[in-house]
């Protein structure tokens, strides 16, 4: 199984700052998403990222606020830009290992915007 | 989009009793896994199985695929099973991998 570590684990931010969360994955992966998990509510996608080219937004979530790099095959990045309170969640970064389909989640970044 | 239905949404347990959580999905899936959040938020990986009979200890899971619905067997429950069960799962009609949570069974195992 893969290994997916995230920086930070958590942080308290002022609004209408950015923060960027960085994902690190064991191994060479081929598919990365970042999900949204507001409090006490489910996971939802907030993109694709894809490596080499841009991210593939989910209805709801656009590149201004949530931009996204993904530089190699092991590494990515959200920002989360402009925060408002609204922003308060956590995130959370997954991988699929190549050539299979079950995805693994990174610990996630506790984000507390006030 | 597909549909994830988990019940029940809430469940308390006393230590050693067994229970069976549900999962419904509106639509066929290439992927259908389950997870454990624990108390600190992690995601902790307990079944991929989008058909068929998996067992890990006391925990079991089995997906008819046919008839849309997964079911997670946990049997002689710990404290340390408490926190919340998430359901997610890809349908065959899309692309990539990503995937579509339910809203979640929380448990709670009682001393």
């Known amino acids: 199984s893969a290994v997916i570590s995230q920086k930070p684990s958590r942080d308290i931010c002022q609004r209408g700052t950015s923060l960027t969360i960085q994902c690190q994955v064991d191994?060479?992966?081929?598919?990365m998403f970042w999900y949204r998990q507001q409090p006490g509510q489910s996971l939802t996608l907030i993109a694709t990222?894809?490596?080499?080219?841009?991210?593939?937004?989910e209805s709801g979530f656009v590149i201004d606020k949530f931009p996204i790099s993904r530089p190699n095959l092991t590494f990515s990045t959200l920002t989360v830009s402009n925060m408002s309170p609204e922003d308060s969640s956590i995130y959370l970064c997954s991988a699929v290992l190549s050539g299979a389909g079950e995805q693994y989640f990174g610990p996630g970044t506790r984000l507390t915007v006030t | 989009g597909i549909q994830v239905e988990q019940s029940p949404p809430d469940l308390i347990l006393q230590e050693g009793a067994n229970s069976t959580l549900r999962c419904n999905f509106s639509?066929?899936?290439?992927?259908l896994q389950w997870f454990h959040q624990n108390p600190w938020g992690q995601l902790i990986n307990l079944f991929y199985i989008p058909s068929g009979t998996k067992q890990n200890g006391r925990l079991s899971a089995t997906t008819v695929a046919t008839e849309r619905y997964s079911l997670l067997y946990i049997s002689s429950s710990q404290t340390t099973d408490s926190g919340v069960y998430f359901c997610?799962?890809?349908?065959?009609?899309?692309?990539?991998?990503?995937?579509?949570f339910g809203k979640g069974t929380s448990l709670l195992v009682t001393p």
């Open positions: 997610a799962a890809k349908p065959n009609s899309n692309s990539g991998y990503a995937l579509n």
């Open positions: 639509d066929s899936v290439n992927n």
């Open positions: 191994s060479q992966v081929t598919m």
């Open positions: 990222a894809n490596q080499g080219s841009e991210a593939t937004y």
